[in-house]
């Protein structure tokens, strides 16, 4: 247990709706990263928080998703009008010093 | 460009042997880390081992060593006396330490482990 917490932990919608996930790090760690894993890949990385400023985006994340990470704690992940293209397990990682800790992701199927 | 190669899709071991997992990376960053993730069926990512770019030793963590080339730009990861539990995927990844001051992860595809009994 690293101690990073996601929810919920699977998520099945329909195509078109909106989700949101949550990734609830260790209060102390300050670097807040989102990645997303498809079948078969290694995880990929979305975007990056340092405390609520959000400093870098992937070109991975379209106009679809938005990240926040209100008063530099917990942080959301919505993605908006699904698409199949979506399903994806989506981490959660926050930083200390060289090493990176993930939560247990959260599983999202689009059908 | 930064990358991560990892040619072997699937590995096989017998239990209590060693074996060696392979990884390359490229890089034009002169300061970088390497690491090494093992990921079960169940999903979750654990770290297993880091090694940075002017360490002059190769790191080691219990069963876990990684084989550090700096001039080849291979960072292998040997596991000896391999368990049962050790069948899940493996990832290596690299973080460059100039270029990349977020500090985000750039992952290889991975190898899949199975330990025969």
């Known amino acids: 247990d690293t101690g990073v917490s996601q929810n919920p932990r699977h998520k099945i919608t329909k195509r078109g709706q909106n989700v949101t996930f949550r990734c609830d790090p260790i209060?102390?760690?300050?670097?807040l990263y989102w990645y997303r894993q498809t079948l078969g890949q290694g995880p990929e990385f979305l975007t990056y928080?340092?405390?609520?400023?959000?400093?870098?985006k992937s070109r991975l994340l379209s106009d679809r998703f938005s990240a926040e990470r209100p008063k530099g704690s917990f942080s959301t992940l919505e993605i908006q009008r699904t698409e199949q293209g979506d399903s994806a397990m989506y981490l959660c990682?926050?930083?200390?010093?060289?090493?990176?800790?993930f939560g247990p992701g959260t599983r999202l199927t689009v059908l | 460009a930064q990358k991560i190669t990892q040619t072997q899709p699937g590995m096989f071991v017998q239990e209590k042997e060693a074996v060696t997992l392979d990884c390359t990376y490229d890089?034009?960053?002169?300061?970088?880390?390497l690491f090494w993730y093992k990921q079960p069926s169940s999903g979750e990512m654990i770290f297993l081992i880091y090694?940075?770019?002017?360490?002059?030793q190769n790191a080691t963590e219990g069963r876990y060593s990684l084989n550090f080339q700096k001039a080849r730009k291979s960072a292998n990861l040997v596991i000896s006396a391999s368990q049962l539990g050790d069948s899940a995927m493996y990832f290596c990844?690299?973080?460059?330490?100039?270029?990349?001051?977020?500090?985000?992860?750039?992952f290889g595809q991975g190898t899949e482990l199975s330990v025969k009994p």
């Open positions: 990682a926050t930083r200390v010093g060289d090493e990176q800790f």
């Open positions: 209060s102390e760690h300050n670097r």
């Open positions: 928080f340092q405390n609520e400023a959000q400093l870098e």
């Open positions: 890089t034009s960053d002169q300061s970088y880390g």
């Open positions: 090694q940075g770019s002017y360490d002059e």
């Open positions: 990844a690299m973080r460059e330490l100039i270029y990349n001051q977020g500090g985000k992860l750039i």
